[in-house]
């Protein structure tokens, strides 16, 4: 009897024993399930180009915690200012996974966070940029463009920095200067409009275009070109990309060789430049009395630009005789003729006054301008000798002939002429082939009256 209580004791507290733990597990579950349930990105899910679809947010935070070192030691990020590109350091970088992954929206593309320092920035602005003096509130600025640039997490990032929205003062970076010879009432109305022209960032400026909109009263080609010529000698010492660009037929006299663009209304002939930087600048043209200036002012480039001309070569005209019946006597020159030349152009790019490229830029030919003479149709006769009354002969030679034979000079020198030559009798022998007694080569062929009878010498 007691073993029968016993055993129905026993059973009684296993089972209440399995039942309270089935239920506290139940419970727990329940909880985990409905009450606490653990965070899961859903379908199409990508931080980076990293796929998290279907993953906890904590394992996919432990999945990046492995990627972090071996990122930053492979990664780069390549920051421009104006015309130089330089690489940041990412020693310093951080990747906020925590923020990365709790940011992140189930279903879509997600980027990174990071952060960097700003007294790294700073130092680095400084050292690759010492031309430009950056304020606190453009390094802020510049470090949170460094940041969204890292956000996709990809092994080479690029950020250009120099916008407009940084307030680096603007300095004048190309300058040109030298007498210019208007001869156009209008030239000065264009010097005028492009006293103070911005040129935007990325823009492309038309010479042509510009005066096709302006539409100055007065003014020639000449001056056009003189004016479009001042502006590109100083875009050569920029970073612009000259995009069109031609030269006259002759060498120009108040324009450096090398340096001029020339402008034809008529045949479309422009001058075209693009402004390759991510900021803008301003050209300013000015003519005080005869000194044509023509500036453009920006932030300041890193690397300086020179222009630089060799390889020159003058090349001789011709002569080219031409006849006219127009002309009776003597000569005309209808054209003096000039030199040309070939003259090469190039652009220095210098960092601390070290050269570090050479870019051909164009060659430059203006041929020569041939001298042009023009001659009569027919040659003059020569005059006739002069009898004077001593009996002497004046010849057209200036030479006076005595009645003796003698021949003077003017200075009486006397002249002897050379003898005449003579022919030497024949040798050959005589032939008289019917022997007739007449030479072969002086008998005559017979003659015939009107009824075929043989006319007897």
């Known amino acids: 009897m007691d073993n029968q209580v016993f055993g129905k004791t026993l059973l009684t507290i296993t089972s ?17 399930k409905w009450l606490f349930p653990a965070q899961e990105f859903g379908s199409n899910t990508y931080i980076g180009t990293t796929d998290v679809s279907n993953m906890e947010l904590t394992d996919a935070r432990m999945l990046f915690t492995g990627k972090v070192e071996s990122w930053r030691s492979t990664a780069e990020l390549l920051v421009t ?26 279903g879509a593309q997600n980027d990174f966070v990071f952060e960097l320092s700003e007294d790294s920035t700073r130092t680095f602005l400084e050292r ?3 031309v430009a003096v950056f304020s606190a509130a453009d390094i802020t600025v510049i470090n949170e463009k460094m940041e969204l640039a890292l956000q996709s997490g990809q092994a080479m990032s690029r950020v250009t920095i120099s916008d407009d929205t940084l307030g680096v003062s603007y300095e004048t970076v190309a300058e040109t200067s030298w007498s210019h010879s208007f001869s156009s009432s209008g030239a000065q109305e264009v010097v005028k409009a492009l006293s103070d022209y911005k040129i935007e960032a990325g823009t492309q400026f038309s010479f042509l275009d510009f005066i096709n909109e302006m539409q100055p009263a007065d003014v020639t080609d000449e001056d056009l070109t003189e004016i479009a010529s001042a502006i590109y000698s100083s875009v050569l010492k920029t970073n612009f990309l000259v995009d069109e660009r031609s030269i006259g037929t002759v060498v120009p006299t108040s324009i450096p060789l090398g340096q001029e663009a020339a402008i034809n209304r008529n045949l479309g002939i422009d001058f075209v430049f693009t402004n390759v930087n991510a900021s803008a600048f301003n050209l300013q043209l000015t003519a005080d009395g005869t000194r044509l200036t023509s500036q453009i002012a920006g932030m300041p480039f890193v690397n300086t630009y020179e222009i630089l001309t060799g390889g020159k070569q003058e090349l001789e005209p011709r002569l080219i005789r031409q006849f006219s019946a127009f002309v009776t006597s003597g000569t005309v020159v209808e054209e003096e003729g000039s030199d040309g030349v070939i003259v090469e152009v190039s652009r220095a790019i210098k960092s601390d ?7 051909v830029i164009s060659t430059d030919f203006y041929p020569p301008v041939h001298r042009i ?34 021949i003077k000079n003017p200075d009486g020198t006397i002249v002897i002429p050379l003898p005449t030559p003579t022919t030497p009798p024949s040798t050959d022998p005589v032939i008289d082939s019917d022997l007739d007694g007449i030479p072969d080569d002086e008998e005559k062929d017979p003659e015939y009256d009107k009824g075929g009878n043989q006319i007897d010498p």
């Open 16 to 32: 209440s024993a399995f039942l309270v733990f089935g239920v506290a597990n139940a419970g727990s579950f329940a909880a985990d």
């Open 128 to 130: 690759q940029f010492p």
């Open 353 to 359: 006054g070290k050269e570090l490229e050479v870019e």
């Open 373 to 406: 003479e023009v001659y009569p149709l027919t040659k003059a006769e020569a005059p006739a000798p002069v009898a004077n009354p001593d009996g002497t002969i004046t010849n057209p030679d200036g030479t006076i002939t005595h009645p003796d034979g003698t």
């Open 81 to 106: 200012y104006q015309d130089v590109t330089a690489s940041y350091p990412l020693d310093n970088a951080k990747i906020l996974l925590d923020e990365t992954v709790a940011s992140a929206q189930t």
